[in-house]
Each structure stands twice: as structure tokens, then as C-alpha cells.
Nanobody, 123 residues
């Protein structure tokens, strides 16, 4: 199984980025997909996840209303549209896959992880 994340970069505050995660070696429809992030010196935190069954999205409070997660099972791809970016969104963003159930509570175990893509937001 491989999860390939892309789309990170350097942007000014208030701008947008769209992250993509392409999955291979698994049937994406069987997995909840999530995005996590880790900033320097901070714990990894869940940003958003999307369920396998009904595609229901969940968001961390810090990104609700600004970020949108979506999935395209036919193309084995998950996206994270990030709008109104803030300097505190700066982190390495990771996509992850978890069989069936979507959750981003601290310490949750995910089955597969991508390599991460750097997002840097300047003020």
C-alpha cells in the first residue's frame, strides 16, 4: 500500500492550497481517509477525515469552515481544499487510511500513512 501526498507549498496568509493523496494497493472505498499535520515542536494533530461508507466529513475545530475534504473512490484520490490559510496552519501534512471508520481523536491508530507534504503560510 502506498499513499502519495502532494500539493503543499509556500503561500501567503489568506490564500488557498489543495492537497491531494493518491492511494495504491488498496480499495479506497473500504477505508476512511484522513489528513493529519505536525508542526515543528508540536504533537501530530488530526485535521479532517472522511468516512468510507457515506463520505461524511469531520473537521478539527481549528479548520472548520476553511478546509474541505473530499474523496474520489474511482480514482483512488482524496483531496483537502484549504482556504483562508493562516500562519498557524504551517505544518507537514500527512494523509492516512483507516479501515472503515473515520476518527481524528488524539492517539488514533491509522493503518497506512503517506510521506507528508510541507505547507508553509507566511504572514
Amino acid at each position: 500500500v502506498q499513499l502519495q501526498a502532494s500539493g503543499g507549498g509556500l503561500v501567503q496568509a489568506g490564500r488557498s492550497l489543495r492537497l491531494s493523496c493518491i492511494a495504491s494497493g488498496l480499495t479506497l472505498g473500504d477505508y476512511a481517509m484522513a489528513w493529519f499535520r505536525q508542526a515543528p515542536g508540536k504533537e501530530r494533530e488530526g485535521v479532517s477525515c472522511i468516512g468510507s461508507f457515506d463520505g461524511s466529513p469531520y473537521y478539527a475545530t481549528s479548520v472548520k469552515g476553511r478546509f474541505t475534504i473530499s474523496r474520489d473512490n474511482a480514482n483512488n484520490t482524496v483531496h483537502l481544499q484549504m482556504n483562508s490559510l493562516k500562519p498557524e496552519d504551517t505544518a507537514v501534512y500527512y494523509c492516512a487510511a483507516r479501515y472503515r471508520f473515520c476518527t481524528i481523536v488524539p492517539g488514533v491508530r491509522y493503518d497506512y500513512w503517506g510521506q507528508g507534504t510541507q505547507v508553509t503560510v507566511s504572514s
